[in-house]
């Protein structure tokens, strides 16, 4: 079986017969441990937004800013930084898939929850104010800067139940653990770089049981806007580990309020809610953020007392396990112009054998040497609105 295989079906493109309108780039800055996979489809997710824009795929980007046509860039990371930013090409959202945040931590875990104490220690660019204005969209949580803080918090969510901690760099719910005593929380801590949590800070919130993980988001390619919500699923790795397995989306053309107009059960309304005031405190809170890819993961489940909860656990401004739906949602807004909304959905099928749906679009299909035979495809069809 070759490396992995893509399958796309044609696309129109503009601009004069031979002549490029622009050029899309795959960026990753090293060093970058994502698996094989992982680039894999982002590049085959930059040759969809290319057919999208009209625009020649052109492989990785160098680094070097200059080109003699525009060149929109799709990153594996969120960017840091206007300067660097501006060093690949980058001023505005219409210029990337992704996004760009002023500071390391603001594009991890580590801006969601407030801190411990008004003495803990707060990185540059800190804000108090994110905190208080997401309070009601998040689950109960403190994030931390310092082992000290860590313990500090730690402590006080165990009086309330289990904790969940989660590293700021952790990807797809890798770097996450569950205590429910203090050796446990102070074991679990030491096990964590003391330098990765002062520069990028962990989080520490209350475990949820009986969890529906919900995808809340919105892109943006040139003119085209697509709002969506659904949830995640979850399947087995060829190791047996409990791993992510797609995301099933409805997909609205236009924003949030257009998102809203369609049908919704009630815990998927209240996730759309707590998105959105997560996505608008951020934008709000932290001047330089800028992004056209905004993705939300947030969770329904029970607490440690059976209570219902809900709220935001993180944040994606990068290519997501989602971006394959995203991107052929957009696709499909743009060859019908008449099209309000569309179910789009990634698919992960792990396992020798497996075979994509007749229509199905491809993103990766092979052996990949950690994650071993692996398919990943994405599926498309209109929403009928009732």
Not at 3 to 23: K, N, Y
Not at 250 to 279: E, K, N
Request: charged fraction near 20%; hydrophobic fraction near 40%; glycine fraction near 10%.
């Amino acid at each position: 079986m070759p490396a992995f295989v893509t399958t796309e079906p044609a696309l129109p493109t503009v601009g004069q017969p031979g002549i490029a309108a622009g050029e899309v780039v795959v960026y990753r800055r090293e060093p970058d441990d994502r698996a094989a996979h992982d680039h894999a489809t982002c590049s085959q997710i930059a040759r969809r937004l290319a057919a999208l824009k009209g625009y020649t795929f052109a492989g990785e980007h160098d680094g070097d800013a200059a080109s003699a046509i525009p060149r929109y860039v799709v990153p594996t990371s969120t960017i840091v930084g206007a300067g660097y930013a501006r060093s690949l090409g980058i001023r505005t959202e219409h210029d990337l898939f992704g996004g760009v945040v002023p500071y390391p931590f603001v594009g991890t875990k580590s801006i969601t929850h407030p801190l411990v104490a008004p003495d803990a220690r707060a990185p540059d660019g800190w804000s108090a104010a994110f905190g208080r204005d997401v309070r009601r969209a998040v689950l109960d949580g403190f994030s931390a800067f310092s082992v000290d803080d860590a313990v500090r918090a730690g402590r006080d969510l165990l009086a309330r139940g289990p904790v969940r901690i989660k590293r700021a760099l952790g990807v797809g719910g890798s770097g996450q653990v569950v205590v429910r005593d203090p050796r446990a929380l102070e074991q679990a801590l030491a096990d964590v770089d003391a330098a990765e949590i002062d520069g990028y800070g962990i989080a520490l919130e209350q475990d949820l049981a009986d969890v529906t993980t919900y995808s809340v988001g919105q892109v943006r390619v040139d003119d085209l806007v697509a709002t969506y919500c659904g949830t995640q699923s979850l399947t087995r790795s060829n190791h047996g580990a409990s791993v992510y397995g797609g995301s099933a989306l409805l997909v609205a053309r236009g924003d949030f309020d257009a998102l809203l107009t369609l049908d919704h059960a009630p815990f998927a309304r209240r996730a759309i809610a707590q998105a959105r005031v997560y996505d608008e405190a951020a934008l709000r809170c932290f001047p330089g953020l800028f992004a056209s890819r905004r993705n939300y993961d947030v969770a329904n489940g029970t607490d440690a007392h059976g209570r219902r909860c809900s709220g935001v656990l993180e944040q994606s401004w990068r290519v997501g396990g989602a971006s394959g739906a995203e991107v052929e949602a957009l696709i499909a807004f743009r060859d019908d112009p008449a099209l309000a909304a569309v179910h789009a959905s990634t698919t992960e099928v792990y396992g020798d054998g497996a075979t994509p749906p007749p229509d199905a679009i491809v993103y990766f299909q092979g052996i990949d040497a950690r994650a071993g035979p692996l398919l990943k495809f994405t599926s498309i069809e209109p929403h009928v609105h009732t």
